[in-house]
């Protein structure tokens, strides 16, 4: 009398020989040898042979991709973060500054900018860094994204000169005016 078991053996082996006959049979539903006559396996084309085209070209000089445009981060004094600004890479640092200012200021950043005239703004490639970048240079030959925006030193020195001026203007009118005691106080 067949068992649960046996008639599932039964069923599994039946099974087994149905699959290895499927198995056979490719994708389309041609038997294997026939697909094994051939030399090569077709494939359907999805996506165009990028990789043999790739392999044929050598990176020589004259072969290279150009950058047409850059991307760099500029950092204003006193701002939290950097404006991105997109610049082709023959433009020179005058244009970057130029870029820069219209972009902070279009944002709307804070702290609101003193002056919106370029020229009042020195580029330099750090917060650290004493030295400004000449506004001559091609952005593409400084080797670097990341810069930083100040205003010119010439200007904030002539703004230190003139408030120092002024107080000395201040004292002399009050000394002038009679308090004796102030004379002896160094300004």
């Known amino acids: 009398m067949p068992t649960a078991k046996s008639n599932r053996r039964g069923q599994e082996q039946s099974r087994k020989e149905k699959l290895s006959s499927e198995k056979s049979m490719s994708f389309h539903g041609r038997p294997a ?7 090569q396996l077709r494939r359907p084309k999805t996506l165009p042979d990028l990789l043999p085209d790739r392999m044929h070209v050598s990176l020589s000089p004259e072969n290279k991709p150009k950058l047409t445009k850059l991307l760099l981060k500029v950092t204003v004094q006193g701002s939290v973060g950097a404006v991105q600004v997109i610049t082709s890479s023959e433009n020179t640092v005058a244009d970057l500054i130029v870029a820069a200012v219209k972009q902070y200021v279009k944002e709307c950043r804070r702290p609101i900018l003193p002056t919106t005239d370029p020229s009042s703004f020195d580029l330099h490639y750090s917060q650290f860094s004493l030295e400004s970048l000449g506004r001559e240079e091609i952005l593409l030959e400084l080797g670097s994204r990341n810069f930083f925006l100040c205003k010119r030193k010439v ?4 703004e230190a000169t003139t408030s120092s001026a002024k107080c000395s203007k201040e004292v002399e009118k009050v000394s002038k005016a009679g308090i004796p005691w102030l004379k002896f106080i160094g300004f």
């Open 155 to 158: 200007q904030a020195e002539t």
């Open 33 to 39: 040898v026939m697909m094994m006559e051939k030399d």
